[in-house]
């Protein structure tokens, strides 16, 4: 039987890209279950958000320059507003109920989570992050405020905040700290995996995005009455499927905490120390000896 993979570990670049693919294959079903049953309303619902932003897209794009309705831009430009809103919140949640996920799992030696332990995980955290996201908002947006350097300096280090707040279940002040000591002499590895994540996510994301805006921009110079809002909706309900996929950077993210953990504290090797000994007797999962 394949051993699950060990969480709490030294790894290079190479490691936390491919660990954090196999750590979502690995779980795939139980992971997509509970981010399905946490996020799915927020997914419903950016469902019928972006169903009805490319209807407007496609209405304004179609509207005759010389019978201009002022009315279809406001319309468009707000479902905009709200489509953005609808899918950061569910990126939040995608992204929270992973780190709960990962949590409960470590929590329980490599074990696979149930849904009511994550949602348990879930309720605990849910305003503790929200209240933490928010000063992170404001930080890194200062960051960039300054010349923008100062911004994409901070944000490996932010990044680094929501998963020891979950999974150390630590104030923010204490994560904010830890954070800048973990990313000692490591900012530049943390700063790639979040790097090409976001290029991976964008690429996915592109599959669904893109050709949607074809079909808005394209309703003025092509026929596609019959074609047309069949096409937006598949396109629309692939697009926020895709989203599920956020939960692999959150994935990353933790592995980059474990990693600088272990390099610096070295909290896993600790513990698999104090636990030598204590199962001597059961030997039901020790390999048949081979000659």
């Known amino acids: ?91 939040a949640f995608i992204h929270l109920t992973t780190l709960c996920y990962i949590s409960v799992y470590l929590e329980k030696n490599n074990t696979t989570p149930t849904l009511a332990e994550v949602w348990g995980y879930f309720r605990y955290y849910f305003f503790r992050v929200l209240g933490s996201s928010i000063v992170v908002f404001f930080v890194l947006g200062l960051g960039f405020l300054f010349c923008i350097i100062p911004g994409i300096y901070l944000m490996p ?47 996915s994301g592109s599959i669904a995005s893109i050709p949607l805006s074809v079909i808005g921009v394209s309703s003025k110079f092509l026929s596609l009455k019959a074609f047309k809002l069949p096409l937006i909706i598949i396109f629309s309900i692939l697009h926020n499927m895709i989203m599920l996929a956020y939960a692999i950077p959150a994935i990353a993210i933790s592995m980059c905490y474990f990693n600088l953990s272990e390099q610096k504290e070295g909290t896993g090797l600790l513990g698999r120390i104090d636990k030598i000994g204590k199962d001597t007797d059961d030997t039901s999962t020790l390999p048949a000896e081979e000659y």
């Open 1 to 91: 039987m394949k051993q699950p993979i060990e969480l709490r570990r030294v790894r290079d670049f190479g490691q936390i890209i491919n660990d954090s693919f196999t750590f979502f294959k690995e779980n795939l079903k139980p992971l997509l279950k509970v981010l399905f049953i946490i996020c799915g309303f927020f997914i419903v619902i950016g469902c019928i958000s972006t169903i009805s932003t490319y209807l407007n897209m496609s209405s304004f794009y179609a509207m005759d320059s010389n019978r201009f309705d002022s009315s279809k831009p406001l319309a468009y430009l707000v479902n905009v507003l709200i489509n953005a809103f609808i899918t950061l919140i569910t990126q």
């Open 157 to 203: 280090i932010v990044y680094l905040i929501i998963p020891i707040i979950v999974i150390e279940n630590s104030s923010f002040g204490y994560a904010f700290n830890k954070s800048f000591r973990l990313i000692k002499d490591n900012w530049w590895v943390v700063f790639g995996v979040i790097f090409i994540m976001s290029l991976i996510i964008s690429i």
